[in-house]
């Protein structure tokens, strides 16, 4: 089975549940969903359409604050930004722009510009979008690419831990959590792309374009 991120075939089976099985990519570290276990595009969306997430929500700005708060340090007031996978309630562009910072919003669900993606950017942020992606191999270099010199590229997702811990951990019993990284797989992805990793906690890092 080709990895989703490295297309390596070194990978081996790493921990099968009441739903699906899961495979770890021996080069990369990442654990994955097969492909023939994934979701469907129309499957996919109506798992979305279930989330209620919202400017308007306090607890989720909070939750995302964890991401801009780090983020707003490091930029200027004329940075433009992207958010990729904002989802059906974006926030991020709304946090930035009362922070006097400029960002424009994509997600192939909800706000599909593909025009935004041929645009250059000082900033991306992505969260929880990651673990939802089933070819990072073409999503990575497509976002690294649009990335300015400098740049960072901003991610939240939780990282796994261990096999032990994997197998009680709740977040893979979302149907549309697919790709699963460990520290290990962002210091891949960072020499992989020449960029620069810096964690901010457990669930959120910056990729830094050098």
Known sequence: ???????????????????????????????????????????????????QNSPA?????????RLVEPLKERLSATAQGLDFG?????????MMSEAGI???NYDPFYANHPELLKRNYDFITSTEVFEHLHQPSEV??????????????????KRWID???????HYKNDPTHVCFYSDRTFEWIAAEWQLAVEIISADTLFLIKR
């Open 102 to 104: 400029s960002m424009v």
């Open 163 to 169: 096999k032990d811990a994997f197998s009680r951990w």
């Open 1 to 51: 089975m080709t990895c989703p991120l490295c297309l390596n075939h070194q990978t081996l089976h790493f921990h099968t549940d009441k739903q699906r099985d899961y495979l770890q990519c021996q080069v990369c570290d990442l654990v994955f969903v097969p492909k023939q276990q994934l979701l469907t595009a129309e499957e996919e969306k109506s798992q979305y359409d279930l989330h």
């Open 86 to 94: 904002c989802g059906p309630g974006p926030t991020i562009s709304i």
């Open 57 to 65: 929500d306090t607890g989720y700005r909070q939750f995302l604050s």
């Open 140 to 157: 990575l270099p497509l976002l690294i690419n649009i990335l300015k010199p400098g740049g960072t590229l901003g991610i939240m997702t």
